[in-house]
């Protein structure tokens, strides 16, 4: 069977997957499991996966290129060497491009499939990284016949779940299981296809961004009918784009529609997108590209690749699937604005009881997945007059206040201790929301201190007593000695007593004010205040203009 695929193959892919053989025997390949941070098992690689990637390949329209990390993880990357400097990473001509995509889907048992969502989700992450979906939600997707289109198709599913509008516009249809798909996906979120002559005539104002995702690394020749129509297009608009501030974005997948894979625009004439995604490595012609974002996504490529074309890539930012490279463009801090898009916060839908309110707001806020929707500012201020700022978690919520823990030797403790007064602010940003509350400061009992200090980890409990907040010391070493010293003394498990200068403060309101973003800046702003009503102490409410 392999003899006959390698007959069937082109002289070029036969060289290509000589060398791939040579470089990944067919026999059972073990590898160790550590690279998938299990050490006690060897996975091994059956010879027949080795020839599944190769039957029934196309090679103008199959081979992509695709990168990362995802099997091992950060692990590889002590294999691809880090790197920072843009002109020292790694750019592939369309040979090596080609034997990676060969090396992956055969002895490394990579299918199309899995590369391809990888390689959409990318797109859309890097997308999402630049264009929120909150200003520029309304994308176009224009998908060619190959897996670059696929890749298209992938990135329109993923922008949808990320919150934006994207239309398809995807004339030849490529007649695999794997495509058709894809469509059926998208139809059943409801995701538009459009034919080319059902696209707007002036797409400057129908779209915020673009996605050429019509070739990839492998197109060579002149483009055809439509694509060439479709192309000259994107080439009308970026020469608009240096005439006009506001116009649709344009985003190409690896190889902008056109280019050579290795010299790039040739005749100068062609597609000058706004962003790049480059995909495996950037391919040679990246290098001519002058855009202002250029990310690299993917992130799975293995140490063994790495290795072999000693490819030296930036590290991906925590779980990111996309990276950055270069700088970003130096932004005019003034021209920074959201256009926040709300429900309206209205009287009739604001609970009479403010704590009641903060409640539902702040189940919101866990709900949304936020990190820390426990986290607020809090505002003191001493004798001298001069206001201090900092970030500190909610740990208590009752009619009585909000509570905090703190050191109570600490400088918001001695600017308590002149002036009893202070101000929160919980700023939930996925939600548009923030809060403010004001009022008078006073300890928490000892007892309630004692009995959450003792609900902490004993780690916290250690670093309450290691740290002697706001004082100056020498260095991190003084907090480790004292941490391996305090550690050591209760290592039989004993209760760690409670320090006399650690302990809490609540802040019992006298205003809240509840803010929710809205469009051009007409936000919604309700203000609880004190006051006493027919005897009874009552919440007045509020609305303040914005």
Known sequence: ????????????????????????????????????????????????????????????????????????????????????DPESISYLNQREAAEIDEILMGPLGFSVDQLMELAGLSVAASIAEVYKPTECNRVLAICGPGNNGGDGLVAARHLHHFGYKPVICYPKRTAKTLYNGLVTQLVSLSIPFLSVEDLPVDLSTSYDVIVDAIFGFSFHGSPRPPFDGLIQRFVDLGNLNQKQQKLPAIVSVDIPSGWHVEEGDLSGEGIKPNMLVSLTAPKLCAKKFSGPHHFLGGRFVPPSIAEKFKLNLPEYPGSSMCVRIGKPPRVDISTLRENYISPEFSEDQADADPFAQFQKWFDDAMASGLKEPNAMSLCTTGKDGKPSLRMVLLKGLDKDGFVWYTNYESRKAHQISENPHAALLFYWDALNRQVRIEGPV????????????????????????????????????????????????????????????????????????????????LHDRLRYSPEVMDGKNVWKIDRLAP
């Open 442 to 521: 006073q300890k928490v009992s000892d007892e309630e201190s004692e009995k959450y200090f003792h609900s902490r980890p004993r780690g916290s409990q250690i670093g309450a007593i290691v740290s002697k907040q706001s004082t100056v010391i020498s260095g991190r070493h003084v907090l480790h000695q004292l941490e391996e010293e305090l550690e050591a003394q209760f290592a039989d498990g004993s209760m760690i007593p409670k320090p006399k200068y650690w302990g809490g403060y609540r802040l019992k309101p006298q205003l809240f004010e509840f803010w929710q973003g809205q469009p051009s800046r």
């Open 1 to 84: 069977m392999l003899a006959q695929t390698l007959m069937r193959s082109s002289r070029t892919m036969k060289c290509l997957l000589t060398q791939s053989l040579l470089q990944f025997p067919l026999p059972n390949i073990p590898i160790s499991a550590a690279n998938f941070g299990d050490t006690n098992q060897i996975l091994k690689i059956p010879p027949f996966s080795c020839v599944r990637g190769f039957l029934g390949f196309n090679s103008r329209i199959n081979l992509r290129g695709y990168c990362s990390n995802s099997i091992t993880g950060l692990k590889s990357m002590a294999t691809a060497r880090v790197v920072h």
